[in-house]
T-cell receptor, first 114, second 114 residues
């Protein structure tokens, strides 16, 4: 299995809602990432988990809350978002210490905040 | 510090003609370099990677790139463009020190004309 699976593919939420994005990989990768991508821009790093511990938080607002329940799963909990948070959210994984340390991306979750 | 510059934000080619997407990088370490492709509303797919082995790297779908240390370049080429190559292309640099930081270029949008 060489895939990163993200659910849901599309999410529409109001500013008072609580929702979660989910990401799963079964490649044995021990680093998992959340990126945010706005239209016509490159992905921006939000969080990195390494061996299930939060390794990097790029000063992301607290309305985004990551969680890594185990080495295969990564969640992003969303609460009280703003319309400007509408974007494509990409999950990725890599295997630290392996050769090129290639990032493998999921297909993304398209989030719209009303 | 690492950085990557994609010299063209848009490139248009006719179907069947060669493709050249340019990327220059800066890195204090021996870098790993990647090219990713992103079709509309999709995740990023790895085209190819360079990791200090052969300087000419072959990737998927007929793409290749040459690492030129003296020019700090890693340009992406394809001999003959196909309509399905129309997409956004990102050049990415990373180092092997395990910082989990991948630096993305700003992207090049490739348009293929019939």
């Amino acid at each position: 299995d060489t895939e990163v699976t993200q659910t849901p593919k599309h999410l529409v939420m109001g500013m008072t809602n609580k929702k979660s994005l989910k990401c799963e990989q079964h490649m044995g990768h021990r680093a998992m990432y959340w990126y945010k991508q706005k239209a016509k821009k490159p992905p921006e790093l939000m969080f990195v988990y390494s061996y299930e511990k939060l390794s990097i938080n790029e000063s992301v607002p607290s309305r985004f809350s990551p969680e890594c329940p185990n080495s295969s799963l990564l969640n992003l909990h969303l609460h009280a978002l703003q319309p400007e948070d509408s974007a494509l959210y990409l999950c990725a994984s890599s295997h630290p210490g392996s050769g090129a340390n290639v990032l493998t991306f999921g297909a993304g979750s398209r989030l719209t905040v009303l | 510090a690492q950085s990557v510059t994609q010299l063209d934000s848009h490139v248009s080619v006719s179907e069947g003609t060669p493709v050249l997407l340019r990327c220059n990088y800066s890195s204090s370490y021996s870098p790993s370099l990647f090219w990713y492709v992103q079709h509309p509303n999709k995740g990023l797919q790895l085209l190819l990677k360079y990791t200090s082995a052969a300087t000419l790297v072959k990737g998927i779908n007929g793409f290749e790139a040459e690492f030129k240390k003296s020019e700090t370049s890693f340009h992406l080429t394809k001999p003959s463009a196909h309509m399905s190559d129309a997409a956004e292309y990102f050049c990415v640099v990373s180092d092997l020190t395990g910082t989990y930081k991948y630096i993305f270029g700003t992207g090049t949008r490739l348009k293929v004309l019939a």
